[in-house]
């Protein structure tokens, strides 16, 4: 039981990390970003790219985040921008990025998977009965370490108190003088970060390909419904509980309907308590 909920308890740091990004840039910009998942595939690559040049895994994990934070800005400068006063147009923008992201990396890389190794593959930490391998052990640590680093961002700086005034009212930020595209580009910047962050975490895990994030992302979009629209703790918490849902259904139930279980809980959400575990207004970056 504690080992299901250890496995568990990984899969909801890897949802968290994806659906804060989502959420973040919901709650700024009202974008269903589907591009997401283009942006973890590009910054899983560049992470493979470097470290199969034999760059040390650390240069080559930094390469790959500081990727994921570069495309993701790209996407907001080049489309996202242009259609903040159209948010009908959003889902569709959104959609076309996603396929173009996806169809560079199959171009530059095929559609291959490719194995990321990392210096602790080999590690497995054991506890009693209970063992959790290396990458797994990374993964939640990576998450912990972004989510508390971006708490301090959202709550201590005067960058992150200007994202929630945004946030909460975009015309009243505007006309206290808040830079308004400096918010977006760094709401995109911060959810490329967390991309990035996942693609290095979960990359090891499974394999390199351009679809390698579709799965994840739909999770995460799980998990956002789940945490409430634009609500940061609210998709932390979110992301736990699915994950240790879905490692509970696979575990007694069957592993190949791990993923149903997510949308059964989507389902139930939307009907009882529509505004999410933790209601916040939309729009709302806390």
Known sequence: MIQVLVNGVFLGCLFAVVAVGLTLVYGVMEVPNFAHAGVIVLAAYTTWS????????????????????????????????????KPAAAPAVALGLLLIL??????????????????Y???????????????????IVLAVLSLAALHLLLSRTSLGRAMRA????????????????????LAFLIA????????????????????MADDVLLSAFVVVVLGGLGSVWGAVAGGLVL?????????????????AFGFLILV???????????????????
Request: glycine letters at 12%; proline letters at 5%; a positive charge.
């Open 243 to 259: 994950g240790v849902v879905e490692g509970l259904g696979a575990a007694y139930v069957s592993a190949a309907y791990q993923s």
């Open 192 to 211: 490329g970060l967390l991309g990035g962050v996942a693609a290095v975490a979960y990359a090891p895990t499974f394999q390199v390909s351009p679809y």
């Open 121 to 139: 593959d080999t590690v497995l930490l054991k506890a009693g009965s209970v063992s959790l391998p290396g990458v797994k052990a990374a993964l």
């Open 50 to 85: 470097v470290s199969h040049a034999g760059a040390p895994f650390v240069v080559a994990a930094l390469a790959g985040i500081a990727c994921g934070g570069l495309v993701s800005v790209l996407t907001e400068v080049v489309a996202y921008r242009w259609i903040i006063t």
């Open 268 to 286: 139930l959400i939307l009907v009882l308590r529509p505004g999410g575990l933790r209601s916040t207004n939309a729009r709302r970056v806390a």
């Open 166 to 185: 945004v946030a909460q009212d975009r015309e009243a930020a505007a006309i206290l003088g808040i830079p308004m595209r400096r918010q977006y580009s």
């Open 102 to 119: 996806q169809n560079v990396a199959l171009r530059l890389y095929g559609g291959e998977g490719r194995s990321l190794d990392t210096p």
